[in-house]
């Protein structure tokens, strides 16, 4: 299976012939992994090929059906009670793993606290806390509750946790789905130094450019199967693409169509400020799309959510075609046609426990029910047509929410939210952990929607998706927009000197 | 008659029938002993369960008491708060249920219900008037004036051929006692007679047996003297010939009394046993009043 | 890849997962029958089991609110004292003699009941809100005023239906039968069968799982979240009406006593159902069998012949646990 | 980029709200005693709070160890009849005689309460979490057993302490007093000071927070989950023991009415005092601080001789829904 075997460093962790079945559906066949010593491995597929639960496996959250994980060359077992941290094994989890009640630090020494005495060295794991985060360049508070953390802390706090443990294998499944570019870097760099003292690391990304750019090798599942594994150098971002997806992929991005400048303005920003977000106004108009970048924590989910009414304003006016929406009235907005999804599929998104059906409807249920009575029929015609219009693939139809791939969880949300049929569509990270063939189709349909008339915001954290998709581009530094740009200047370049402060210009 | 005194009266919270009509009378005969007395001052005080009602004697100390009258709601549990206050040397007055070490050393007074008595005379008059019926009996809650009240009865059906077929809980509930009545006439063909040792519980038992329409029930004995029940026998009710009186008013003898020895420097010591009288038609009238909540 | 080929195969699995969980609870009645009818004869006989389902409207119709409560993640402590003092009120309206036909007078306290309830319903939801306090501290609050208000209703004792007049009107709602079944039965199932429509084919039904599993989610979702929840303690307090609709016939009386621990009742009957008391999933059939079986458990200790009356309630105790460990293992097998 | 700065300015958010919600219950203990003030001037008299602390000892001590079980994630309802039951059994053992030296006799039977509490709550702990029931089934089990075992110990009639001996040598271990401080208080504040240092200092008490919080992480770190949940119950077991070891010499006497309702007011104190009942955070001292507000409430309603004995439950019902109004506005407001 390995292409290649020469000056290859030790195999420290590998899968031999794992397959893994749920409740009788089998996701894996017989997948074969070997992960270096000293490498970093990118682990590739589509959505729901099976990366996660393959990871999950060789770090012991869940066990294999058959098959086995070994450990330089030994067999071992790795029951779901940390004995594969203990080994040396930690994994980043794509849904976070971290218990919302407790603060920072507590979730980085869990299980492993430091005491001295008996008591715990609460100082020492404090300051270790810190020291881990700046290395991270994450200002993320040590004492704050996980909680009250927005996600790319809560991921930048999981990245934190994984690498602060002196593991020698670190699994990070999609840690970037959620960073900026400039987080992303941090990340990087924290990843290359430990790679070169030896540690080694699974990488689980849909983000051709990051694979490209930091990993030894690659490995490509497909529907549960073993595809390929080959040195990065000897691919491009193209053909992995085709491997991943099984046909060639046309241009990721459609053409831009720019509104005309004529057309009715839709929603209108005025003055609006939060507890962070200070002063914000902007228009959207009919048919457009506009993107809204920044930095982590610069305060675009606060403005977005205080524009649907899911946040209370502290001033400032938000008018959806031609009406006045109140502060806080989430029930208007809606009414008034504009619709918000969130990033957060997880704590905000979804019904972790429900099935499909009920978490498509939930927002549009008026759609599908008389006098409050629903029909079961209305709604799993939905369904289908839901799942073909988003791809949404699962092998079981009764799956809980909260057992999908990653990818197909996102889908599954950005379906609910165009089930509720808005014209001013508000959309947090639309393509969080989602694949490039399905990516495409997703931009290719938030395009089509904006020619049909519907206006779309994206607030996204990948720069070349907001200057893909958008034809305006606000950018956000610390709770303000402190710059909009339009046509030819939207770069990156041009993007990251807005957000880092370098240059300002008046809205 | 302006020398000013406290009474504190600690009895237990309206949780039944009984119980209830002890409060009624505690507040009227309190409102009547301070128009009569215009120096006197008077607080009545309830309590759910021994542990509060021990908090309660506490606050009631606390507000400067100078006598004590208490109907425990458990007594044993209740020595050592009632000790607290007669250390002080405060007059104290005991109402109904006897501690198991009921001497000078707990209070002053003692005003005894007669627990054994109420199961003895309801004994007594089954096994005369149907020698050999097989009896029924629905109990109070666990506590010791219902075992009193056992023993009691046993004792009166001693030597006779009265059979009892079961003993089980009803907690001094109507709801309670209904669905353990409907239970015994399913579980027995044939009962003679129900014991129920109290009138909240016998509303209960009546429903029952009119639900079931069985006929084989002669009648049920009950006990307290509720107004309702006794206004049954002076109506000749079938199922209701008797009533075992167990007059809650004895709180307001208990009450009068300390009052008395408060401003008549009478020392009223020792040990008052009420009956517990047999409420029959003839004497009914007697104990019928209309106006009081039990 | 050939989907649908997947799909159907599986579709079976899950299935039989859920069914085995709603039906744990039938599983160990049934259990309990089997037992009962070894301990007595008599167990089985249509009377008996017919008593065990009337008595036990009262807890399984105020159970079924309760579910709805629990489904939206709250909890209602007060049910026992609302009993208590809506009946209270009924009764004296009755007493009141405002209007004289008994029948006319009848209806007027019947609606005049399910308006009470839905409003001390309504006050457990706006404080439990608007108020933002944990539903078990508002609800034992709201258990004190009641109790508190009946106590002082009734001066510590009971309230009687006087009017002999409305009583013998009244009195088949409890003790008549309608086609030869109880009419308190009748009544349970027309309540749980109103209460399954409502929770599971109703956009209100679905708004209160959504609220109950996840808040937030519900929330982003565009639910009104505090109506909902608001709504659900309404629904209990009408269930508590309708319980206290069937509970004045009967006695004709209330008291300070009636309907205490009540809600302990409820909510185990709710849990022994199925329902999770932390929210997100209700199981209305499965709530009122609860309630049937806590009845029945009750029921066959006095109807054996061979346990002291002193160890009564441990047995029951025991026999709870030992039904919620024969559903447990049941679903476990799965 | 100015990360220093931002991260200055965010560092204080958490932190003030974290305290405000702690104090929160103090500021409504501070309301209830300006009300007491002006009920009754014996209010504020030490003998009065001294009163009321010592005799809240019962039910904080209690509420300490339910702490540990409610952030765990679980629930006791079984406290109450724990205490009559454990309680009994050193009455009964104190009684039997088999150590004929009283001294030695309290030692033993000190030693055995502790003992038998530390079981009770280990039965608790492993029917709920080895049986796998939902912990206020498996309690409720558990409360009506350890009720009939104390209903059959006691006959249904009462346990007294017989031997005047270890009467008078007990009796100092609730009506004492260390350096003028009464001995219930003091045992108060040393088991909460243990408690806190447990639950705040000690890896257990991380454990005990996570496994609340949610109990997959809490697996997936290495966390027993079932050790850490059963634990607690049996902290609550030995607490309800240290709570039995007050009771006894204060009362000298149980039946099996000894402790009805305590799981209620319990776990009361627990809300009260700021700690969710959906588990994942504890607050030890807000506990006690919430079990002194309960019984306060009690203690003013006590001495205000202007309510009407009818309507206390009610006021108290009111007052308890005000208090925790008070809270959440001053939370709300930071
Ligand atoms: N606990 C589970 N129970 C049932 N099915 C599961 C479970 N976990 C995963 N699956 C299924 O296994 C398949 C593979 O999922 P997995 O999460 O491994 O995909 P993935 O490659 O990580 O996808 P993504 O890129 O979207 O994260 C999916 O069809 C998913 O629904
Ligand atoms: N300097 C600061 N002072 C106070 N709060 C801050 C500061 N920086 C960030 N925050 C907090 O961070 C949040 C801003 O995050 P928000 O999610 O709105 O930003 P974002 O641009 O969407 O970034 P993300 O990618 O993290 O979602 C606000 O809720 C705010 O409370
Ligand atoms: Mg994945
Ligand atoms: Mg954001």
């Known amino acids: 299976m390995s292409v290649d075997s020469v000056d290859a460093a030790p195999v420290v962790l590998s899968a031999r012939r794992i397959c893994k079945s749920f409740s009788g559906v089998q996701v894996l066949f017989s997948v074969n992994f070997d992960l270096r010593a000293g490498e970093i491995h990118a682990l590739m597929g589509e959505n729901g090929a099976g990366k996660s639960t393959l990871v999950k496996v060789m770090s012991g959250f869940e066990q294999p059906s058959s098959g086995e994980i070994l450990l330089d060359g030994e067999p071992v077992v790795l029951p779901a009670n940390g004995a594969a941290e203990a080994l040396g094994i930690v994994l980043i989890h794509q849904e976070f793993n971290l218990a919302e009640h407790l603060t920072v630090t507590e979730s980085l020494y869990l299980g492993r606290e430091v005491t001295r005495f008996g008591i715990l060295h609460r100082k020492h794991m404090r300051a270790e806390t810190r020291k881990a985060l700046d290395l991270l360049g994450s200002h993320v508070d040590e004492n704050a509750i996980i909680g009250t953390l927005s996600i790319a802390d809560k991921q930048m706090v999981e990245i934190a946790k994984a690498i602060s443990r002196d593991a020698r294998v670190v699994i990070m499944d999609e840690p970037t789905a959620v960073l900026s570019r400039e987080e992303t870097n941090f990340l990087f760099r924290q990843v290359r130094k430990l790679r070169d003292k030896g540690t080694s690391f699974i990488f689980v990304s849909h983000k051709l450019d990051e694979v490209m750019e930091i990993t030894d090798r690659v490995t490509v599942l497909r529907d549960g199967q073993w595809v390929k594994t080959a040195p990065t150098a000897m691919l491009d971002g193209e053909s992995i693409a085709q491997l991943m997806v099984g046909r060639e992929l046309s241009s990721l991005y459609p053409t831009k169509v720019e509104p005309n400048v004529d057309e009715e303005i839709v929603l209108r920003v005025e003055g609006v400020s939060t507890g962070y977000v200070q002063d914000a106004s902007f228009e959207v108009r009919k048919g457009e799309i506009i993107g809204f970048s920044g930095m982590i924590g610069s305060g675009r989910t606060e403005l977005m959510e205080a524009i649907a009414g899911l946040r209370v304003r502290a001033s400032g006016e938000v008018v959806i075609r031609g009406e006045t929406v109140l502060s806080g009235d989430v029930h208007a907005a809606n009414r008034a046609g504009l619709a918000y999804m969130t990033k957060d599929r997880k704590s905000k998104g979804l019904l972790l426990r429900s099935g499909m059906m009920t978490n498509l409807t939930l927002q549009s249920l008026g759609q599908h029910s008389l006098h409050g009575y629903l029909s079961p029929s209305s709604e799993a015609k939905a369904l289908a047509t839901a799942r073909r219009r988003f791809d949404i693939r699962v092998r079981d139809t009764n799956i809980v929410a909260g057992r999908m791939s990653g990818g197909n969880q996102q889908k599954l949300l950005l379906a609910k939210v165009m089930e509720t049929e808005p014209e001013i569509i508000i959309i947090d990270e639309p393509t969080r952990g989602i694949d490039v063939g399905t990516k495409q189709q997703i931009y290719h349909f938030i395009s089509a929607l904006a020619r049909d008339g519907r206006s779309i915001i994206v607030v996204s954290s990948e720069m070349p998706e907001v200057i893909g998709l958008c034809t305006r581009v606000a950018v956000m530094r610390e709770g303000r927009i402190v710059g909009v740009l339009e046509g030819e200047e939207i770069s990156e370049q041009e993007i990251m000197r807005y957000a880092a402060g370098l240059k300002k210009k008046a809205a | 008659q302006d020398k000013k005194f406290t009474i504190g009266v600690s009895i237990p919270a309206a949780d039944h029938g009984w119980t209830s009509g002890v409060v009624f009378h505690a507040e009227r005969i309190a409102k009547k002993l301070m128009e009569e007395h215009p120096g006197l001052n008077v607080i009545v005080k309830t309590s759910p369960d021994a542990a509060s009602q021990a908090n309660a004697v506490q606050d009631l100390d606390t507000q400067g008491i100078d006598a004590l009258v208490i109907l425990p709601s458990d007594p044993d549990p209740l020595v050592n708060a009632i000790k607290e206050v007669k250390a002080k040397g405060k007059y104290v007055a005991l109402v109904d249920r006897a501690p198991s070490t009921n001497d000078d050393s707990v209070r002053d007074l003692y005003v005894a219900g007669n627990n054994p008595a109420l199961g003895e005379v309801a004994g007594k008059y089954i096994a005369s008037q149907t020698p050999d019926a097989e009896v029924v009996i629905i109990r109070g809650l666990p506590i010791p004036i219902d075992q009193q009240r056992q023993d009691g009865f046993d004792k009166g059906i001693a030597g006779s051929k009265v059979k009892v077929l079961d003993r089980q809980y009803g907690n001094w509930n109507r709801d309670d006692a209904f669905k353990v009545m409907q239970d015994y006439l399913t579980k027995y063909p044939k009962i003679d007679v129900v014991w129920c040792q109290d009138d909240d519980m016998a509303v209960g038992v009546l429903q029952a047996i009119e639900q079931a329409k069985r006929t084989d029930i002669k009648y049920v004995v009950a006990g307290a003297g509720s107004k309702d029940m006794v206004k049954k026998v002076m109506d000749g009710d079938k199922m209701i010939p008797v009533d075992v009186l167990y007059p809650p008013a004895m709180v307001g003898t208990a009450m009068e009394l300390t009052a008395a020895g408060l401003y008549d420097q009478v020392p009223v010591r020792g040990t008052f046993v009420l009956d517990a009288t047999l409420v029959t038609k003839d004497n009914a009238k007697d104990f019928y009043f209309p106006d009081s909540p039990f | ?334």
């Open chain 3, 1 to 334: 890849m050939s989907v649908n080929e997947e799909t159907r195969e599986i579709r079976r699995r899950p299935w039989r997962d859920i069914d085995l969980r709603a039906v744990a609870p039938f599983a160990a009645l049934i259990l309990l029958l089997i037992v009962g009818a070894m301990v007595n004869p008599n167990f089985i006989g249509i009377t008996n089991l017919a008593n065990v389902a009337t008595r036990c409207a009262f807890i399984a119709i105020i159970a079924v609110g309760a579910t709805f409560v629990i489904s939206a993640g709250d909890l209602d402590l007060s049910v026992g004292s609302m009993v208590a003092f809506v009946a209270s009120l009924m009764i004296l309206l009755m007493n009141s003699g405002v209007i004289a036909d008994p029948t006319l007078m009848l209806v007027a306290a019947v609606l005049f009941t399910l308006v009470a309830g839905a409003l001390c319903g309504l006050a457990n939801g706006l404080i439990t809100t608007v108020g933002r306090i944990e539903p078990f501290i508002a609800t034992l609050g709201t258990m004190g005023i009641y109790r508190g208000l009946t106590t002082w209703l009734s001066q510590g004792g009971a309230i009687t239906l006087r009017s002999p007049d409305i009583q013998t009107l009244y009195r088949p709602a409890y003790f008549g039968s309608i086609l030869g079944v109880p009419v308190p039965i009748v009544v349970i199932l027309a309540v749980t069968a109103v209460a399954a429509f409502i929770l599971y084919r109703t956009r209100y039904g679905r708004h209160v799982v959504a609220v109950g599993s996840n808040s937030d989610v519900a929330r982003y979702s565009g639910i009104a979240v505090n109506r909902v929840r608001t709504i659900a303690f309404v629904i209990q307090g009408l269930c508590v009406a309708i319980a206290v609709l069937l509970y004045v016939p009967r006695l004709g009386s209330t008291s300070a006593t009636t309907g205490i621990l009540w809600e302990l009742q409820a909510i185990t009957a709710v849990v022994v159902g199925g329902t999770a008391l932390k929210g997100g999933a209700g199981r209305v059939w499965g709530t009122i069998c609860g309630a049937f079986i806590l009845e029945l458990v009750g029921n066959i200790m006095l109807l054996s012949n061979f346990i002291s009356e002193y160890l009564i309630g441990a047995i029951q105790g025991a026999i709870i646990i030992i039904a919620m460990l024969v559903q447990r293992s049941l679903v476990r097998k799965s």
